[in-house]
């Protein structure tokens, strides 16, 4: 049964608390405002007891899905497990409690860390300096384009087009229309990789710059990337790494040095602080030293021992956020890649890669790889083997949540026909990744003997099969829209 | 999967029914079932020209946001504007209710290079 609303709870004149009679004569407000400022309709809020709140609140919480509760292998996503110490450090006093507008001399402490954590991410990275600012992946984006674009237009010529690889975030093509430039698609090789020929062709001083995941969004390693940046070098387009996958490749590779001009870092994803309706993002933005004039306004500097905001960049794209960034996230990030050092950033990545090859490996005879090659930190299948008996991915994907397990990222990346993008990540076990894989060769069997079975699917969760395009158009996002929806 | 005889096709998935001078044009079986339930179609105006094999419009859908290519070159005489508040009916009767745009058809030739329902049986495999 679905949960009531807290609205639907509430009784008029109950309360959480009792309040000892005032002694403060109450006041009739039209009295002392004037007629437009006053409210005319009830404010509308719901009235409960403590315990109602508490067992609602609590009652939805078990309803939802979480890394905390289960593995939770949505591809694309890192939805790895956020160490809680991360938490106990952002908590504490001195950076919870920060104000924003503290000046630079109350708040050293903080501005340290951020200094800190833009090195490590520049030493991660292989880049020479690093925005903290930008609220997530894609703002990290559109940042970097418009770092690009100013480079373009310092050198005379902003440039029309961005090239992308079909396998491509959905993101990308959005940023880069944002950011004033068209997106020209390059269709992927056989092997699922950049198709140098047609790179090639596409290639121009037109192109303002090539943004690549990698690894790319099969989870394939894109080997030719020395080769890419050379090409792409010689027009004078500027390479930007969308960093969405660096869970594969910490420690191992750095996007510097293989050629990337920027590369922007998901710190909610990589750097394990809660995302995904769990917290805020974080999109630090990492630039060689030739784009360092045109980040966001203030940069952090260090001046006789001091650190300080610099806003005396004429070069700058200007300011990209209200204040400094999602400060919180930032503590966590720092946190994580403190608690684990070099070493441990290393493992961290090579322990992605092969949980994500155990799984694959354990299921690989039930469902084919989208393309052909090494998996890295994740791996994409198809459920097309299936269709003939008229089960889809999205039935295979409902049907997972019985056995209280996240689906896979499904359907994407688009190149994939039935797809199923699933990314383990590091912190599971051998343990659940043998089960998951389990159920995932159960499910396989079920298609194959009781297709009608998945399509009923799932049974054991809150709601049923849901309307997706009920969900889609049908918005009632408030207690207001639903209760003009009933009149 | 409907594949009826009397069409044309491209292979963006679109139908066309070219009769003399003009055409109605759809997104096929095959491409409703890709694309899964449909949310929201953006159309263009009559009297607008489209150009063959360029986009016209957008499907979006529950999977994925995709464009509408034109198969024939040509002028916009009607524009189903039924899609704007029904969109699922695509889904349900993509060769009929679901129709998109009806053009006057500029260049007769180019009905001549579209795939036959044999071509377009064998590009989706079936």
Known sequence: ?487 | MLIPDNLKYTKEHEWVKADGGTAIIGITDYAQQELGDVVFVELPGVGESVEQMKAFGTIEAVKAVSDIFSPLTGKITEVNTQLESSPGIMNEDPYGEGWIIKIEISNPSEVDKLLSPADYKELVGE
């Open chain 1, 1 to 487: 049964m679905p949960e009531k609303l807290i609205f639907e709870i509430s009784k008029k004149g109950k309360a959480g608390a009792t309040l000892p009679h005032s002694e403060v004569p109450s006041l009739n407000p039209s009295d002392y405002l004037e007629e437009h400022l006053l409210r005319k309709n009830e404010i509308g809020l719901p009235e409960v007891s403590e315990v109602e709140a508490m067992r609602h609140f609590v009652n939805l919480s078990t309803k939802n899905h979480h890394v905390d509760k289960g593995f939770y292998p949505l591809g694309s996503c890192t939805m790895k497990y956020n160490p809680k110490i991360n938490e106990k450090i952002a908590m504490m006093d001195g950076f919870s409690g920060l104000h924003p507008l503290s000046p630079p001399d109350c708040s050293q402490g903080a501005l340290q860390i951020m200094r800190e954590l833009d090195q490590y991410l520049c030493e991660i990275g292989g880049m020479d300096a690093v925005t903290l600012q930008p609220a997530a992946g894609a703002h990290g984006e559109l940042t970097g384009l418009l770092i690009i674009r100013a480079h373009h237009i310092k050198n005379g010529n902003p440039r029309k087009k961005v090239l992308i690889p079909d396998s491509s975030h959905g993101t990308n093509p959005a940023s880069i229309n944002f950011a004033g430039y068209e997106p020209i698609q390059i269709q992927s090789g056989e092997g699922g990789l950049v198709d140098l020929a047609r790179l090639e062709t596409a290639l121009n001083p037109e192109v303002a710059a090539i943004m690549i995941t990698n690894p790319n969004t099969l989870g394939l390693f894109e080997k030719d990337i020395l080769k890419v940046s050379e090409l792409a070098h010689r027009y004078g387009v500027q390479m930007y790494m969308d960093g969405a996958n660096l869970n594969a490749c910490m420690g191992i590779v750095r996007p510097g040095d293989v050629g990337f001009d920027v590369v922007h870092f998901n710190l909610h994803k990589t750097f394990s602080t809660p995302h995904g309706g769990g917290g805020p993002g974080s999109g630090p933005v990492g630039v060689k030293a030739h784009l360092k004039p045109y980040l966001p306004l203030p940069v952090i500097e260090e001046k006789e021992g001091k650190l300080s905001l610099n806003y005396d960049r004429p070069e700058s794209i200007g300011k990209i956020q209200a204040f400094w960034g999602a400060f919180g996230v930032m503590v966590k990030a720092y946190t994580y890649i403190r608690m684990l050092g070099a070493e441990g950033l290393k493992k961290t990545s090579e322990d992605a890669v092969l949980n994500a090859n155990y799984l694959y490996a354990l299921i690989k005879e039930y469902y084919d790889l989208g393309y052909p090659g090494t998996p890295m930190h994740e791996f994409v299948v198809s459920g097309l083997r299936y269709r003939n008996k008229g089960v889809k991915t999205l039935d295979i994907a409902k049907r997972l949540l019985d056995f209280g397990y996240h689906a896979p990222t499904i359907y994407f990346p688009l190149i994939v026909s039935e797809a199923l993008m699933i990314e383990p990540t590091e912190t599971e076990s051998k343990d659940s990744i043998e089960d998951y894989a389990r159920v995932l060769i159960e499910i396989a069997r079920e298609a194959e003997t009781n297709p009608q079975k998945l399509h009923d699917a799932p049974f054991n969760t809150p709601v049923r099969r849901l309307d997706e395009r009920k969900a889609a158009t049908d918005l009632i996002l408030t207690w207001k829209d639903l209760k003009k929806n009933a009149k």
